[in-house]
């Protein structure tokens, strides 16, 4: 018995869960409605804007917006990899299957973003694609995909919803239950970005430069913000962040019984 | 095949299962017997590695279940048939079991066929009745061949032809060879199936008999006898056997066989107009026992 083996098993598994299917068409979806929306409004906008707004214009992430949306249900994906279980209570038939814990959480963390970071890079090239065709045909600055922070918004913006993803299943290892872990995603990756702008001064500045989702969510951005983290930067915040938590993940799953 | 030794858990002050030792034979259904909250899914749980033990060792095959290169070839397991994805089909929750284990796509086949679900593999498990996912989890037990297989409360829930199929099922795999450990609240499903028995109490042993000396130990045959007479014959009936009452003309006499009954009473020109043999009560035997241990218990007025 190999590690091959436990990542067939969970490549069978996450391919024959039902939400995974309509999670992936949904997310391409809804990202591809919401970058069109978005090129399209933003003609009129663009047409408003004062000089220095018109500086700070982002084609780029004008449209990979749906990523706020993508990286809760990628999140969610990777979460029901390991709540499904313990809400079928197949977790049991697992384990008795693969006994060796830590083998079974890295088959899953595997597959999770064999699948999610193809899927977000086409997630955020789909919207991308879009996006920048009706900015276009708005008559607004826009991007082709042979400029860098194109590739670097469209790749980064995939590494980013598959970090989402592993975010996801190590919360959902840690919380086990399938709504507490839709719920802190939320609360996480939206809704702290949603009242940092209210939160004062320096804890303000801090959140919203070091706040992992919103230190990532840099890598879809074209236009530089001094008072932010570089791109790169800022997703290795993430990085670094989910990392840790899929390591207190293994530690949880190692020492709780089934 | 199934050693446990000084088996031990324990939930902050509540000892679950209090230094267990026991072992389970091939070629044998071993019964698990115990109340309701006994322990015994516990330590079927740490026997495949799913609990860790406070303290003690269960091993199958000589090794620790973590341990075992392949665990579904060497230990098939049912604890809980309805743990399924309900949208999910059958045969891809068997298939990811098998490819876990590096068993052959065949097996999943096999396993369906000889459970009776090969013609509805393909359907969501959501859709099964409660038999179905019953013989799905014993598929999935069955995937591997293997020479040891637990059941946990197997026949809970289940009608009277799916009783007969697993009784039946479990006969067959001890008459192969297998060691089959198969627990049960119920003691009256054992005396059906098992040839040995293991009963539990408060998590501790309290027998690890064979399953007739179970039954003769702990149970006092009973004879119950008719007479018009009846005080007549319970002069008559010499000390050292007990004898009470049962209705206006009825006795029970427990100590004597049916035949010595007979023979005294027509010595003795007793007319009788019943004399019953009476089955000894196992569930009886089995309460008797566990008395002590039963973790809630109706007050008895």
Known sequence: MTFRHALHAEWIKIRTMRSTLWIVLGTLAFCAGLAALNGTSAGDEYARLSAADRAAFDPLATSLRGYLLAQISVGLLGGLVITSEYGARTIVGTLTAVPHRARVLAAKAAVLTGLALPVGVLVSLTGFLIGQGTLAGAGVPHLALSDPEALRGVLGGGLYLALAGLFGLALGTVIRSTTATVTTLFGVLLIVQAFAPALPGAVGDWVAKYWPPMAGGQIITAYRDPALLSPWAGLAVMAGCVAALLAAGFLAFRRRDA | ?301
């Open chain 2, 1 to 301: 095949m199934i050693e446990v030794r000084g088996l031990t858990k324990r939930y902050g002050d509540v000892l679950a299962v209090d230094d267990l030792t026991f072992a389970v034979r091939t070629g044998e259904v071993t019964g698990f017997l115990g109340p309701n909250g006994a322990g015994k899914s516990t330590t079927l749980r740490m026997v495949l590695g799913l609990d860790a033990a406070t303290s003690g060792t269960a091993t199958v095959g000589g090794r620790p279940y973590a341990d075992q290169p392949a665990p579904l070839k060497a230990v098939g397991a049912l604890l809980d048939a309805g743990a399924v994805l309900p949208s999910r089909t059958a045969y891809h929750h068997l298939l990811a079991l098998a490819a876990g284990n590096g068993l052959p796509r065949g097996r999943v086949a096999e396993v369906l066929a000889e459970v009776g679900l090969e013609k509805v593999a393909g359907r969501r498990t959501g859709t099964y009745s409660l038999g179905m996912r019953q013989r799905l989890g014993i598929a999935a037990a069955l995937l591997g061949d293997p020479p040891v297989l637990i059941f946990d409360e197997p026949l809970n829930g289940l009608d009277p032809e799916g009783i007969v199929w697993i009784r039946g099922l479990m006969r067959r795999m001890a008459a192969e060879g297998r060691a089959v450990l198969m627990s049960s609240h119920l003691m009256s499903e054992m005396a059906l199936t098992a040839d040995h028995l293991i009963v539990i109490g408060r998590g501790r042993l309290v027998a690890d008999t064979g399953m007739k000396d179970f039954i003769e130990a702990h149970s006092v045959r009973e004879v119950f006898v008719r007479t018009p007479r009846p005080a007549a014959l319970r002069r008559l009936l010499a000390a050292g056997t007990d004898v009470r009452a049962d209705g206006a003309d009825g006795l029970v006499v427990s100590g004597l066989e049916a035949a010595e009954v007979g023979a005294l009473a027509a010595a003795a020109g007793i007319e009788l107009h019943e004399l019953t043999p009476r089955q000894p009560s196992l569930e009886q035997a089995f309460m008797d026992l566990t008395r002590d241990s039963v973790e809630y218990q109706a007050e008895v007025a």
